[in-house]
Each structure stands twice: as structure tokens, then as C-alpha cells.
């Protein structure tokens, strides 16, 4: 929302520079993100929370400066010519009452439609925006004004003097102001006259019936549409503008016709127009409530000592109507439907009081019989980010909402997916159910970037719908892309890699048994897919991403990733930590070299080894692989150390020697395997 000084200091005389008034508006929950000199004046860019609508214009922050610095509030003068007697009168027909709860039009004849005064234009430029004529300029300066958005009709471009708010029908058009037909449907809010639309309600007017130079007579509407109506029907047409944006959060009920006299008044001084008179139909004020607050209560949930009297004046600045003492009742204005409790009004207090005013007091520590679950879950969380922050992988964090054109692209199932109703874009319209999406979209992000070396992982919820019932599970996936001019000769070490990393994790969450096998996946490719297991249960799988899914997401190079469910491998892992006593004795070790045939699996070699070489067989290690010349075609060479101990004596040379030679005999029988 922007805001410029000059006219901001109409509504409340501050003599705080620029400089110092910049903080106190950030601390007292309204940031200021960048404030731009334009001449004498600056222009602040504040960023409004979605529960402040009133906020959203410069009387409403005027309100919030006033109670800031403890200066006198100036509501803008509003001087209203009396009515006449016998002319032209509008009627209102509210077809659909919960679209809009109150509709008020006025009736202005003999306006002269010109250029809009020197200080008008100065004002509307300020907001960023270019000036038209002095009607059209006179309600965009009370938007940003009161926060009420207002509309001209020409008068005599209305069949007849009824206006009715109702819901569009099927197939309707009309062309809005920017030139642009939309066809409507019967979720949208429309303003008509008896044959056709002539605004789309709260949103943007029709460029039949708009003000030109030739308008001599108009009607100045001024309503209350329902926020979540308008806001549907802005989406379904892809339009966004300053009517809308404050439609959408709920403008002042009590202050639509406040704001009507506010612009017949100036286009009576400026236009010349006569004013005619008001109609307004529908309800004219919310039911009076009042929220109870105790200042003793304020002082314990603040850690302060803030007289009544102070809470009074606080309040009474912010527009509260305040009754009693040790026990308030506290009545909202009509523009503050975000206070509903006393927690509300408590909020309201720390932050003019100033939250550099409260004491710093560290809270007393509670010990209570909680379910240590959560603890060891968010323990266990902690334990696994940072073993894969100490291996080189980054973390990131992607969105929970994405397009089901990603989810697609990315091999997930459409099965249990659970769509967004009212999504805000293509882009959010369903709830992820892998972490694959919003990781590939991250690699292919810095790809772009010419970035290359990339390791990344991310610990998510992802949320899925299954028998009527909506769940989520945290899951982990990990990535690691190879720079294209390294995979030449060695495309397979890369998910080495990767099963390093998943194996030191395993380690370091005490899962014991873990182990990988080949398998099949529908985003990995066939040859290189394990799934990852801890004893006979599944944990995921890792593989490389197959190159249709990659070229969806203008990956060309080879991608590793894996997909584990985090919450099973919570359930398998173990953060205690036992005493191993060290070795007394020594190790011993054998190399054993040999070529076999490649498509004999790594495990299948592995366990050989571990069956044959006996007991006291305590780690065997991969040395080298190596396929080339002379190796025949078809194999592949290999280089293992097998090494040796006994935990109670020392192992004698001929031991060593029986073991390795088993080894090297079923390797040679069971495996066809040629010694070198």
C-alpha cells in the first residue's frame, strides 16, 4: 500500500521526520519497505497484513500515526450541499442481499467534466496513477483517501433509474472499462440496469456506461460487497485492481455513505454538480458488540504495569469505545472486524505501547508427562538434516502446493491426490504427494544458473487422500546431479554416491540392517534402481530419474534421487549410543582381483564373500572397477579387500590363508569368475 507523507500529515500533524517515523510505523506491525522521494513529498510502500483492511488508505494509517505519536486525529471536512427537492431518484433492487448487504446511490446532475484540479492530480499521481477526468479522479482520490471504493455511472447511459445487484446469468458479456468482453457466469456479482450489466460488481465497471467529457448527469455508487464473492469472481476473470484488492479484505460497512457525501462533496465543489439524492438500501450497520478486557490480565500477558488510564488512551486513539475498569467492555469500530477476543485487544495495546517498552523476561520453564514422540521425531529430524548438511548437501524447502501439471510431469500418481477448491493459480491447485515435483523444479532452477555441482535434499510433509480420510507423512528425498563432463567412463559412480550418503544416514540413526536391492520404479530407470530396506522393511527407493521426466523439466544430464518415507525410517532408527569397546587384536587382510561377468550384481559378489570367507570376515571394501582393455567384452574387473579379525585371540597365518582361499574357489565355481 502506498502512502505519501504530504498528504498523510492532512489527517494528523506530525512534525516526525521521514527517518525516525519509518521504525515506529514497522513496530507497531506495519512495514515499511521502501520509502521513494518524489519533489517535497515521499512516497512510503507499507506492507498491509490481510486482517487490516482499514489500513489500506491514508485516513486508516493517519488513525494508526495518531496513536503512535499521541497527535490529534483530523477527519477530512465534508461539506454537503442540501439535496433538491424534486429531482431524479435512484432505485435499488438487491437481488442477492448476502452479495451485498448495503448498495447506496446518489444521484449528481450538471456536472462539467473536465481536468481534474492541480491537487487532485498531485494526490491520484502520488498512488501511481494517471489522472482522467475530475469524476473519475475525485473517487480514485477518496479510494485512497477513506479506503472506500467508489464508481460514476453516466446517468443517461443507465436504461432507466434502477439499478440491481445481482448474480450474473449464463452467457452474459460485457466489456469492462479496459476494453476487454469477459463472459460471465453465475457465480459472479454484477451491477445492472433492467436490460444488461453494466459492472462487474466491486471489481470493475463497463465501458458503456463509464464518464466521458460529454457525461452531464451521473450516479456515484458506493457499497458493501461480500469479500469472498468478489474475490472468486476477480480470480474466474484473471483481473486484480484497487477495488478489488479491498473488496477482498472487508471494507467499513458504516462508512459506504460517509464516503458517498466525501465525493459528492467534492465533485459538488469542483464539478459543479447538483446534488441530487441518496438511496441506500439494505443494512446500515453490523449488530453493536462489545469484547471484555481486564488490564490486570494485559500487565500479566505483557510483563508490564500499564495503567487503565494508558489502556483507555490507547485504545481510544485506535477508535475503541471503552466502559468500566477493573473489567472493561471494549467496544470495535465498525472498521475493525479482526477483534473478536481480549487476546486481540492485548495485541493492540503492546504494539502502541511499544514492544521495545516491554521487558525482556525469559519464561519459566515447565516440565510436564508429555508423549516424548514428538520430541524423538523432531530429534531424529534434526539428526538427519544436519549428516546430510556434513556430506555437502544443501537443503531446501519448495512448495506444498503445486500445478497437477508438475505432479504429472514428475511420474506421481494421480491416485489419493487432493485438489485445492479455490486455488489462487495453476500453479497451487493440488497438494504435493511426493517431494519430486518442487525437487526437480529446484535443480532445474539452478541448472539455469549454471550451476552444476548440485546436492540437495529436502524433509517434508507430503499429504495424500486415502479411504475418504486426508493424512501426511514426512518423507525424504535426496538429489545429486554430475556435471555432464564428468560421467564419461563412470555414469554408475554417481549413485555410489548417493548410496554413501543414504548408508552414513542409516549409520547415524542407528538403523541397523540396511541393506539395498535392485528393483523397478516408475521414475527411476530399470538398470540403476534400488530400493533401500532396513531388515524386510522398506524405507524407499533411489535410482536414476529416467530422461523423459528430466527433459519435462529441461534437465539434460544424469540426475540421481531418492525418495524415503521418513517416518518409517524414524521408526527403524535409534539415537541411543551403546560403549564398543576397541579392538585388542590385530587385522589382517587379502586382495582378491578378479573379472566376472558385469551383469552379476554387486550384492549377489558381496554376499558370497561374507558366506565363504568364514567368521572372523569383518568388513570386505570395494577397491576398483575397471572395464576396458583386456577385460573381455561383456565383464567387468574387480578388486576387493577382505579384512580380518578376531575379537579374542590373534588369527594365525594359516587361517588367513583357508579363509582366502575359499573365497577365491567359490568365486571361481559358483561365479565363473576368472582370477587375476
Not at 489527517?11 to 521504525?23: D, M, S
Not at 518524489?38 to 512516497?43: A, P, R
Not at 461539506?79 to 431518484?89: D, E, I, M, R, Y
Not at 587361517?655 to 582370477?675: G, P, Y
Request: glycine share 6%; charged share 30%; aromatic share 6%.
Amino acid at each position: 500500500m502506498k502512502i505519501s507523507y504530504e498528504w498523510l500529515r492532512e489527517y494528523v500533524n506530525t512534525k516526525i521526520r521521514v527517518e525516525n517515523l519509518i521504525p515506529m510505523l514497522t513496530m507497531a506491525g506495519h512495514e515499511v519497505t521502501s520509502a521513494d522521494e518524489k519533489g517535497k513529498d515521499v512516497v512510503f510502500d507499507i506492507e498491509v497484513t490481510p486482517n487490516r483492511p482499514d489500513c489500506l488508505c491514508h485516513v486508516g494509517m493517519a488513525r494508526e500515526v495518531s496513536a503512535i505519536t499521541a497527535k490529534a486525529l483530523k477527519l477530512p471536512e465534508v461539506s454537503l450541499p442540501a439535496p433538491a427537492k424534486k429531482g431524479p431518484c435512484a432505485k435499488v433492487i438487491l437481488e442477492d442481499k448476502a452479495g451485498c448487504p448495503r448498495y447506496s446511490a446518489r444521484i449528481i446532475t450538471g456536472v462539467n467534466v473536465a481536468l481534474s484540479t492541480k491537487w487532485i492530480i498531485k494526490r491520484i499521481e502520488s498512488m501511481g496513477l494517471r489522472p482522467v477526468n475530475n469524476i473519475v479522479d475525485i473517487t480514485n482520490f477518496v479510494l485512497f483517501e477513506t479506503g472506500q471504493p467508489l464508481h460514476a455511472f453516466d446517468l443517461d447511459k443507465l436504461d432507466g433509474d434502477t439499478i440491481i445487484v445481482r448474480r450474473a446469468k449464463k452467457g452474459e458479456k460485457i466489456v469492462t472499462i479496459d476494453e476487454v468482453e469477459r463472459e460471465l457466469d453465475p457465480g459472479i456479482l454484477v451491477i445492472a440496469d433492467k436490460k444488461r450489466p453494466v459492472a462487474i460488481a466491486g471489481v470493475m465497471g463497463g465501458k458503456d456506461t463509464e464518464v466521458t467529457e460529454q457525461t452531464k448527469n451521473i450516479l456515484l455508487e458506493s457499497a458493501y460487497f461480500d469479500p469472498i464473492i468478489i474475490r472468486r469472481g476477480a480470480i474466474a476473470l484473471g483481473i486484480s485492481t484497487d477495488s478489488n484488492y479491498r473488496f477482498e479484505r472487508g471494507v467499513d460497512l458504516a462508512g459506504v455513505v460517509v464516503s458517498s457525501d466525501r465525493a459528492a462533496s467534492l465533485i459538488s465543489g469542483i464539478a459543479k454538480g447538483c446534488i441530487g439524492s441518496l438511496t441506500d438500501a439494505g443494512v446500515k450497520k453490523k449488530q453493536p458488540r462489545t469484547v471484555p478486557l481486564r488490564p490486570a490480565r494485559v500487565n500479566k500477558i505483557l510483563g508490564t504495569d500499564i495503567d487503565t488510564r494508558r489502556i483507555k488512551e490507547i485504545l481510544a486513539c485506535l477508535g475503541f469505545k471503552c466502559k468500566g475498569s477493573s473489567n472493561m467492555e471494549v467496544a470495535p469500530p465498525s472498521f475493525r472486524n479482526d477483534v473478536m477476543i481480549e487476546a486481540d485487544l492485548i495485541e493492540e495495546i503492546a504494539r502502541i505501547y511499544g514492544y521495545e517498552n516491554i521487558p525482556c523476561i525469559p519464561p519459566a520453564i515447565i516440565t510436564t508427562d508429555e508423549d516424548p514422540a514428538p520430541k524423538e521425531m523432531m530429534e531424529k529430524r534434526e539428526t538427519a538434516k544436519v549428516v546430510l548438511a556434513s556430506l555437502g548437501f544443501n537443503e531446501v524447502i519448495t512448495y506444498s502446493l503445486i500445478s497437477a501439471q508438475a505432479a504429472s510431469a514428475a511420474g506421481t500418481p494421480s491416485e489419493g491426490t487432493i485438489e485445492i477448491r479455490n486455488p489462487l493459480s495453476k500453479e497451487q491447485e493440488i497438494m504435493r504427494q511426493s517431494l519430486l515435483p518442487g525437487m526437480l523444479k529446484a535443480v532445474s532452477h539452478n541448472v539455469g544458473r549454471q550451476i552444476h555441482d548440485i546436492r540437495l535434499f529436502e524433509l517434508s510433509n507430503i499429504y495424500f487422500d486415502k479411504e475418504n480420510t486426508y493424512n501426511e507423512e514426512p518423507f525424504l528425498t535426496i538429489a545429486q546431479y554430475a556435471r555432464p563432463q564428468k560421467q564419461k567412463g563412470r555414469l554408475s559412480q554417481e549413485i555410489f554416491q548417493l548410496k554413501g550418503a543414504i548408508t552414513e544416514l542409516g549409520n547415524r540413526l542407528g538403523i541397523t540392517r540396511l541393506k539395498f536391492e535392485s528393483t523397478t520404479h516408475p521414475v527411476f530407470v530399470p538398470d540403476e534402481t534400488m530400493v533401500v530396506l532396513s531388515g524386510d522393511i522398506m524405507l524407499g527407493a533411489m535410482g536414476r530419474v529416467r530422461p523423459e521426466i528430466l527433459e519435462g523439466f529441461d534437465i539434460k544430464a544424469p540426475l540421481y534421487c531418492a525418495e524415503l518415507n521418513f517416518k518409517t525410517i524414524a521408526d527403524s532408527a535409534n539415537l541411543s549410543r551403546f560403549y564398543k569397546p576397541l579392538p585388542r587384536f590385530p587385522y589382517s587382510y587379502r586382495d582378491v582381483s578378479f573379472a566376472l561377468d558385469e551383469k552379476i550384481a554387486y550384492k549377489e559378489i558381496y554376499d558370497l564373500i561374507k558366506s565363504n570367507g568364514g567368521l572372523f570376515v569383518e568388513d570386505i571394501e570395494l577397491l576398483s572397477e575397471y572395464r576396458g582393455k583386456d577385460i573381455p567384452k561383456g565383464q567387468r574387473a574387480l578388486a576387493f579387500r577382505i579384512v580380518f579379525r578376531s575379537q579374542d585371540r590373534t588369527l594365525k597365518e594359516e587361517e588367513i590363508n583357508s579363509a582366502d582361499q575359499s573365497v577365491r574357489d567359490a568365486l571361481t565355481k559358483d561365479l565363473s569368475a576368472t582370477l587375476r
